[in-house]
């Protein structure tokens, strides 16, 4: 057998079955997450704390760059080509998640039409031009935001993310907050569902308003459990020995080497900032 099954012990005297390892960042001690694509490449192997400062640089310039500048943003987001390119995550990939985004654009689209000022005709209508610039503003610096956020979180795991938090110095009780967040929310999720199913194998479909008392209870049950398994948890915590602060368990370091190669896409972009607003 192969290092890829691990032996169950049976107690009938049958022969044992193979049991598949948990996939990469799948595990128990793990939390994966569906914007995450296991892979081996340079971005992937970048300490968590160095890839959150470099994604926050390169978006601190792209928001600081003037609107006026059309061709930054076209440097930016061949970096940010480039960057997905170093860390072998598919352009499909990132593409579709960038979906996310789709209610921002319509409020761009909104922008010409309900924006005062100069007016100007495009495609036969007439619309303002400091809602144009508007648009545009929202439209290029969103979507490369919204690229390098969900690049970072194709390259990270979350429990990675919240040590690279935690060793960039954030508030220790935010750090806390966003972990039990993670990690119970798959719990009530799961809540939700088991409920849901409960309510089909009894013949309830919410077809209209008459349907809402029953939504409603139901909602109040899941918040009742919620906060019943928060306490819980909160006082086996307690009883653990917990006193406010979570224990450092993995020690997360980053070398020179590291932290150069992670600042490589944040100084580009800074790079073209300025010529943004000098040329």
């Avoid at 169950?8 to 001690?29: C, E, F, I, L, V």
């Avoid at 060793?167 to 809540?191: H, K, N």
Wanted: glycine share 10%; net charge positive.
């Amino acid at each position: 057998m192969g290092a890829s099954a691990r032996w169950k012990p049976t107690t009938d005297g049958g022969s044992a079955r193979p049991r598949p390892r948990p996939a990469p960042g799948q595990g128990a001690a793990g939390h994966a997450h569906k914007l995450y694509r296991h892979g081996h490449s340079p971005v992937h192997d970048l300490p968590p704390h160095c890839k959150l400062a470099a994604v926050f640089s390169f978006v601190l310039a792209v928001v600081t760059t003037p609107r006026e500048a059309v061709w930054a943003f076209g440097l930016y987001a061949l970096l940010i080509a480039g960057a997905t390119a170093v860390a072998r995550v598919p352009a499909g990939f990132l593409l579709k998640r960038l979906l996310i985004e789709v209610p921002f654009v319509a409020f761009a689209l909104l922008m010409p039409f309900v924006v005062p000022g100069e007016q100007t005709h495009v495609l036969g209508l007439s619309v303002s031009v400091p809602g144009l610039w508007g648009a545009w503003n929202v439209l290029a610096k969103g979507t490369l935001g919204v690229a390098a956020s969900v690049l970072l979180a194709s390259t990270t795991e979350l429990r990675s993310l919240l040590l690279g938090l935690q060793r960039l110095r954030l508030p220790p009780l935010l750090v806390q907050i966003a972990s039990f967040m993670i990690r119970y929310g798959d719990v009530i999720t799961d809540e939700m569902r088991r409920m849901s199913i409960a309510r089909r194998s009894r013949g309830f479909e919410a077809r209209g308003i008459r349907q809402w008392g029953v939504l409603a209870k139901s909602a109040g049950a899941l918040f009742i459990r919620s906060y019943e398994r928060g306490e819980r948890v909160h006082l086996a915590m307690v009883s653990r020995g917990y006193t406010g602060s979570m224990p450092v368990i993995d020690e997360v370091t980053a070398s020179r080497a590291q932290w150069a190669y992670a600042a490589a896409l944040p100084v580009l972009a800074l790079a073209v900032c300025l010529l943004g607003w000098t040329l």
